[in-house]
């Protein structure tokens, strides 16, 4: 299933009768093709941060809004569905990367010569996308807390929170990672 694909989901959010909700304090209930519309983008840059393959990434995509669209989930805010999409789309993707079918399967084609990032996907500025094509080189865990750090504007309670460690471990991260990065974006667009 792709982009265009899971829009044609739109199921509407049924409660259950016995369900109270509160309408001012629940977040908006939105169909499956809006929730797509609303954050692709985002589940897509994660799932391509972690797998490293836009074929990868196209499976965790799917599977992320399959999963939201079976489970049709309600939250209280917007910030808690984005964050339920940003776990789901790391939790799907460490699956795949970690099942043993992808540590046995070599590929056909060289990691290097394929483009990552697809004409039809790109960040908002050439500096997003220098940064992104040199975290494909760190460790999954610095890819993934720069990726949240840096292109989905969170804070770093709020990393910790999502990935269940101490704020100070993320802190680490980040700056371990930074420095990892520093000398592969020396020359291009960041000079020291």
């Not at 989930?73 to 795949?96: D, G, H, M, Y």
């Not at 990367?97 to 483009?115: A, C, N």
Request: proline content about 4%; charged content about 25%.
């Amino acid at each position: 299933m792709d982009r265009e694909e899971s829009a044609s989901m739109n199921e509407q959010t049924v409660l259950q009768p016995s369900q109270k909700i509160d309408i001012e304090s629940t977040a908006e209930q939105l169909k499956t093709s809006q929730v797509v519309d609303r954050y692709q983008d985002m589940v897509y840059a994660i799932a391509l941060t972690h797998t490293r393959h836009r074929q990868d990434a196209d499976d965790v995509f799917q599977e992320v809004f399959m999963v939201y669209h079976r489970k049709q989930p309600s939250f209280v805010s917007e910030e808690r569905r984005k964050a339920w999409l940003i776990a789901t789309t790391v939790n799907c993707s460490r699956q795949l990367t970690t099942s043993s079918w992808s540590r046995k399967v070599v590929p056909l084609y060289d990691d290097q010569s394929e483009p990552l990032v697809s004409k039809d996907f790109s960040f908002a500025t050439d500096e997003q996308d220098a940064i992104f094509q040199a975290m494909r080189g760190l460790p999954d865990t610095y890819r993934t807390v720069l990726h949240l750090f840096y292109f989905e504007d969170m804070p770093i309670s709020q990393i910790a929170e999502l990935l269940d460690v101490q704020a100070g471990t993320v802190r680490v991260q980040l700056t371990r990672g930074r420095a990892m990065l520093r000398p592969l974006l020396k020359g291009d667009y960041f000079d020291e």
